[in-house]
């Protein structure tokens, strides 16, 4: 998975609203099916939690790896940020939809990431990550194929204690 993650991480970068020249992440921690990444950007740390799903469904023929993160950058003052990598375009207008554990979190679209419309949702979404013990992210692609992708949440809360203190 670190090779995966490695490119997860120029994606990740390359998506950014500041797209700034960054250094290598480094894998601090593995915790149960969470990793945990640090690494500088313009001379911030910067850390990130993620995973892949343990069940991809959808039919389709060509998809590209899917991830869930979450991240802090505390010299921009922001924590928590949810962010879910699909591996391909979303439809156009598209909502993706994240349950844990029976709660809905609605997700704006572009390309082939989804965000949470707010800070408060962003932190929402931690805490049942953290407290949770199944996800199940549904979207739409550019071609209308539904995929369904289930994750396991074992290891996410040890992953964001270690996350959280490495960027406080």
Not at 54 to 63: A, D, P, T
């Amino acid at each position: 998975m670190k090779q995966i993650v490695l490119t997860l991480f120029a994606l990740f970068i390359f998506l950014s609203p500041l797209q700034a020249v960054a250094g290598q992440p480094r894998l601090m921690a593995t915790y149960g099916d969470w990793e945990v990444y640090v690494f500088f950007e313009d001379g911030n740390k910067v850390c990130y939690m993620a995973s892949q799903p343990k069940l991809k469904q959808g039919n389709y023929s060509k998809r590209g790896e899917p991830f869930a993160l979450i991240t802090h950058r505390p010299a921009e003052n922001t924590r928590d940020v949810f962010s879910y990598i699909t591996g391909y375009g979303y439809k156009a207008g598209s909502e993706a939809i994240v349950t844990i554990d029976g709660t809905d979190f609605a997700l704006f679209t572009q390309d082939e990431t989804a965000w949470a419309p707010d800070s408060e949702t962003d932190k929402k979404l931690a805490q049942a990550i953290r407290e949770g013990s199944k996800m199940t992210v549904k979207g739409t692609s550019l071609r209308g194929t539904l995929t369904t992708d289930t994750f396991s949440l074992t290891g996410s809360g040890k992953a964001y204690e270690r996350m959280s203190s490495e960027c406080r």
